[in-house]
């Protein structure tokens, strides 16, 4: 398998700075250019680590989640990986290679591996290899609800879950989703929409949901509320409630995205 992964650096002076970035009151782009040296950021309790933040609360604007790309050289990594026990999380691994203990068991996470935190989950993550390991890290502060319990964590990869058709589009729009629409203890869901080309959202979508979208390979045209948006492997979009939303993939190859979303809880009353 194989994802855009940023790679840092700056653009040549050469360049023109005119871009594809866009920040407006519905939602936001990030192409994947980006990503570059000056952008990245530190962690505490993190060595040789540097991200990207690609999303985090904002009032009036996205205020579920927050969402990194984390770039780990080789031997580096944490034994405090998460600071804040309300947090759950989704790791999804880009590149490089991943060694993950999660309540005491051992993981080597590849390109494709999907992993599911619980609040407060007990887990260290290291990179083994000698090559940088990059990987996707969303999280959300979890949402209690009494007489309801907190799901657990797992692991698992992308080859494990099976793409179900969207009805109606023959296989040019499907979803591999890693929890059960049904399994209501998850008030998150991280799933992989691919479109075929010529595949598309045939109508804008407008729903409560904040999304993060992080396209994995492909280009489309996406439309952003009012705007169609070209975007392409490495690029970020991010989503406030109710923005409309809709794409069409044009090929040559499969469009594929890993896409956040908020499920399964009330909203809350000020």
């Known amino acids: 398998m194989s994802y855009h992964v940023p790679r840092g650096g700056l653009p040549p002076q050469t360049v023109l700075t005119t871009d594809r970035a866009v ?12 990503m570059s ?17 690609l999303a985090r609360p904002l009032t009036g604007f996205a205020e579920t989640f927050s969402q990194y ?38 993981h080597a996470l590849v390109p494709g591996s999907y992993v599911y ?40 990869h992308e080859r494990e879950v099976d793409a179900v058709e969207m009805p109606g589009t023959n296989g040019a729009w499907a979803t591999q989703r ?39 390979e492909g280009k489309a045209v996406y439309l952003l509320n ?10 970020f979009l991010w989503l406030r409630a109710f923005c409309p939303q809709a794409c069409y993939a044009g090929g040559p190859g499969p469009f594929r995205y890993l896409l956040y979303k908020d499920v399964n809880r009330h909203a809350d009353l000020w």
């Open 37 to 53: 040296d000056i952008t990245a950021s530190l962690l505490p309790h993190w060595d040789a680590t540097r991200l990207w933040v």
């Open 178 to 216: 890693f929890v059960d629409p049904a399994e209501i203890r998850h008030d998150m869901h991280v799933n992989i929409v691919t479109f075929q080309p010529g595949g598309a959202i045939t109508f804008p979508e407008t729903h409560v949901m904040e999304h993060g979208i992080y396209v994995l």
């Open 226 to 235: 009012t705007d169609w948006v070209e975007v392409q492997a490495g690029d």
């Open 69 to 106: 790309v984390v770039a780990v050289s080789p031997g580096g990594g944490s034994n405090r990986p998460e600071s804040d026990r309300r947090a759950e999380g989704v790791l999804f691994v880009l590149d490089g290679e991943i060694s993950l203990e999660l309540f005491g068991s051992r």
């Open 117 to 156: 935190l619980a609040p407060g989950a007990s887990w260290t993550i290291r990179n083994p290899s000698a090559a940088t390991a990059t990987f996707q890290w969303i999280r959300k502060a979890y949402q209690v609800v009494e007489g309801i319990e907190a799901p657990t964590s797992f692991v698992t």
């Open 23 to 34: 920040f407006t009151e519905a939602y936001a782009v990030l192409p994947g250019r980006t």
